[in-house]
């Protein structure tokens, strides 16, 4: 197939996205004709799962929450009232935001939270963006419970570039507690312990016939023997990277995180913790009933995680027996790198024509990210971690603190001075051997800050992610937001700056907006900062996160009004 790679000097590269950035937004006002509103009411919902009735938030109600239909080019407007007890924010997970970062959601990023009996309007354009993304709450640990299908049809007289499916079905993996999920990361908050791991994995939020008391609820996916069906496989778990399998079919995979591939066939998917993954299934299997499964990947040596598995029932027209009960699918073990690993090597970006590819062949910054674990000493008292200290989780050593009486992006459009300091380090200020079976015990305490990297308007960035064997190694699910990348490269060990590049793809490289950085290992990613604001990049299992495995780039205005970033709306929440 050939692949539409543009190999472009890196200046006229930059004048050429300027332009095009031009010239895709007005196209885009112009050609969008649909205004999507929507009404979102955070509230406590009564829901039965795994013989118990609990009290969960939800979205209208439902859970998972309203799935969103749109078309590429609309502009939506999604007014949210927050009912529940719990501070809140709607993130729209992928959604490139150009221009409109006071609607990207995450607390004190880019808004101040919207209190209980608050409520906040979410206004953005879907600008050149098509296929599966999704939506949760980004505050404290809101989106177990609190997250939806964002799907994003193609703009009217175009396609997909594969065959039209017979039907779409949304799959959203989940993480379930018999706990209140907020009860479970407080407690581990106050203590400084790990938070306890999930009762149950779902699928479109129920755990299916593998758990007590959830057969009659198990999720059933109707399909007609020839069809060719296309699933939308969302990972939504709150802490767990999922193996995804549907028994005795062959998935051709054709898209993540809404950008194509590059269709090839497989038998599992392993997707991390925001991740998507288009795949087309066709019925060719003998009339029957076939489980669609999932179940973890942990990669952590001696890290607790949930080891159940959760089903749905792919169940053909005319199946003899609804009753009957299907043949559990083979899924990898556990801790199966290798398989993960095969999965995330086979993806490469389409390449066509009508979706080109644009990999940046040189970088204006090139940066070196240590991301991993740590532990923090509690002086005068013994907390809940190893050996009386605290877990925690950094980048470059720093553990990301959260500002509290403003947004960092409310500081920077208002040049508001004490809310962070613009001094992350662009290479960690200690090197060592990351990935030694062994790290000292003097690397493994992390400094608290709110610190940002400031990159100048249309910078060509690389970053360099590298996972440290500090406590335990593990997979990391890392999300950059307003951003989709190109994974150029990635590996197992320490990265060598002089033999690596050597090995990067620069023609057809996957681009998406979460890359899992493998166990004790790196990836490179690469990406024009394109879209002035503020941009928190995080890893996405929030047990993480809430120990302060994040950064936030901050992206200065361009040289014209299209090209900085809106002004602020009247009903954005105060502190």
């Avoid at 906040?120 to 177990?144: D, K, N, P, V």
């Avoid at 493998?518 to 995080?538: K, L």
Wanted: glycine share 8%; aromatic share 10%.
């Amino acid at each position: 197939m050939e692949v539409f790679n543009r190999h472009v000097p890196a200046r006229l590269y930059k004048a050429r996205l300027v332009l095009n950035a031009v010239w895709l937004t007005l196209l885009t006002a112009m050609a969008s004709a649909n205004l999507i509103t929507e009404t979102f009411v955070l509230q406590s919902t009564s829901v039965k799962r795994l013989c118990g009735t609990h009290n969960i938030i939800t979205v209208n109600g439902q859970f998972p929450g309203p799935a969103l239909h749109v078309t590429n080019g609309d502009t939506i407007m999604i007014r949210v009232y927050n009912n529940a007890q719990y501070n809140a924010t709607i993130h729209w997970h992928g959604v490139r935001q150009f221009r409109t970062g006071w609607s990207d959601g995450p607390e004190f990023i880019t808004q101040c939270p919207i209190r209980p009996g608050g409520s906040y309007t979410y206004r953005f354009t879907i600008t050149g963006q098509e296929g599966t993304l999704w939506w949760h709450a980004h505050s404290s640990w809101l989106r177990a419970t609190v997250y939806g299908a964002l799907i994003i049809s193609p703009m009217v007289g175009t396609t997909y570039p594969f065959t039209t499916p017979n039907s779409e079905v949304p799959i959203l993996l989940g993480e379930w507690w018999n706990r209140n999920p907020m009860d479970v990361v407080n407690q581990a908050t106050q203590t400084g312990a790990a938070p306890n791991v999930s009762d149950a994995f779902t699928i479109n939020g129920q755990p299916g016939d593998l758990y007590q008391c959830s057969s009659s609820d198990t999720i059933r996916v109707p399909v007609k023997s020839g069809e060719t069906n296309l699933l939308r496989v969302i990972n939504a778990a709150l802490n767990t990277d999922l193996f995804f399998t549907v028994g005795s079919h062959t998935m051709t995979v054709v898209a993540v995180d809404a950008l194509y591939t590059k269709p090839f066939q497989t038998n599992f998917l392993m997707l991390g913790p925001g991740q998507t993954t288009d795949v087309l299934v066709t019925a060719d299997q003998s009339t029957g009933r076939y489980y669609i499964a999932a179940r973890a990947y942990s990669s952590g040596q001696g890290v607790p995680f949930d080891n159940t598995t959760t089903v749905a029932i792919l169940e053909y027209d005319g199946s003899p027996s609804s009753t009957s009960v299907p043949t559990v699918p083979s899924l990898p073990a556990y801790n199966d790198t290798q398989t993960a690993t095969k999965f995330a090597n086979a993806l490469r970006s389409l390449g066509s024509h009508d979706h080109p590819v644009f990999v940046p062949q040189s970088v204006n910054e090139n940066l070196f990210y240590t991301i991993g674990l740590g532990l923090i000493n509690c002086p005068g008292k013994s907390c809940g971690g190893p050996n009386g200290s605290r877990f925690a989780a950094s980048m470059n050593n720093i553990s990301f603190v959260l500002p509290s009486t403003s947004s960092i992006l409310q500081a920077q459009h208002f040049g508001m001075k004490g809310v962070f300091s613009g001094d992350f380090p662009d290479n960690p200020l200690v090197q060592f051997d990351y990935t030694a079976q062994s790290v000292s015990r003097g690397l493994w305490s992390p400094v608290k800050g709110t610190r940002v990297k400031v990159l100048n308007y249309n910078t060509t960035v690389q970053v360099i992610l590298q996972g440290t064997n500090i406590f335990a190694g593990e997979s990391h699910p890392i999300h950059l937001h307003g951003y989709d990348f190109y994974i150029v490269g990635s590996g197992f060990g320490n990265y060598n700056s002089k033999t690596d590049p050597q090995k990067f793809n620069l023609v057809d490289p996957p681009m998406r907006n979460t890359v899992n950085v493998p166990v004790n290992g790196w990836a490179a990613i690469r990406f024009v900062a394109d879209n002035p604001g503020a941009w928190v990049m995080h890893c996405h299992l929030d047990v993480h996160i809430t120990w302060g495995l994040a950064m936030v780039f901050v992206v200065s205005n361009g040289p014209s009004p299209l090209l900085s970033i809106e002004s602020p709306p009247i009903d954005l929440p105060q502190c």
